[in-house]
């Protein structure tokens, strides 16, 4: 289940909100300028569908986003628990790192969870099948896939180095809970 925490940066024990309530989470991270969406397949996908077929089944929220924000580019990533190189990719963006443009994916599968710090607070959004997140460029953040990655998701582009991280070289990354999917934490 999708779920937003926010935290105050320096207690990352104790949630000031806790919420899996889809609006709640789109109106608290809107304040951010964070979009939180929720998107329906309009026609049945199943594992191991084409990318294109993945495409065609959200084409409508696709174009949607790419008449609004000029994204020159849109593409479709799948990890699996068993790839070879999950723990190198997991570990690839666990630090706060910011990019030079909007953050937008897509959950057609599986799950991940974005955090992100703004001002004295960390917003942790646990997205799963059907969410999609928008982080504005420059937004500070990190990205934690867990340790046996599995998810399928839409990505958007518009500069083909846009999604290069900055990392900041600060530890509040590692002060915060880890993804691990099945735990309550």
């Given at each position: 289940m ?10 990352p024990?104790?949630?000031r ?5 889809h ?5 608290e991270?809107?304040?951010i ?12 996908i199943v594992p191991?569908d ?5 495409m ?6 696709i174009d949607r986003?790419?008449?609004?924000n ?9 990890i699996a628990?068993?790839?070879p ?7 690839k963006f666990?630090?706060?790192?910011f990019?030079?443009e ?7 599968a599986g ?8 001002d004295?607070?960390v917003?942790?959004?646990?997205c ?11 937004a500070?953040?990190?990205?934690d ?6 998810f399928?998701a839409?990505?958007?582009f ?8 900055h990392f900041?070289?600060?530890?509040i990354a590692?002060r915060?809970p880890?993804?691990?999917p099945?735990t309550?934490a």
């Amino acid at each position: 289940m999708s779920r937003l925490r926010i935290f105050d940066e320096e207690n990352p024990t104790s949630p000031r909100l806790a919420t899996s309530d889809h609006a709640e989470m789109a109106r608290e991270l809107k304040k951010i300028g964070v979009t939180f969406e929720q998107w329906q397949a309009a026609q049945a996908i199943v594992p191991g569908d084409t990318p294109e077929k993945i495409m065609d089944a959200y084409r409508a929220d696709i174009d949607r986003l790419v008449a609004d924000n000029g994204f020159k580019s849109v593409d479709v990533v799948s990890i699996a628990p068993d790839n070879p190189q999950r723990e190198a990719m997991r570990a690839k963006f666990l630090n706060e790192h910011f990019h030079k443009e909007d953050e937008v994916r897509f959950f057609v599968a599986g799950s991940g969870l974005f955090t992100l710090h703004v001002d004295n607070g960390v917003y942790e959004v646990l997205c799963e099948q059907g969410d999609l997140i928008a982080v504005p460029d420059r937004a500070l953040h990190w990205f934690d896939m867990g340790p046996e990655p599995s998810f399928v998701a839409i990505r958007f582009f518009t500069e083909p180095d846009g999604w290069v991280g900055h990392f900041t070289g600060t530890d509040i990354a590692q002060r915060f809970p880890r993804y691990e999917p099945g735990t309550a934490a």
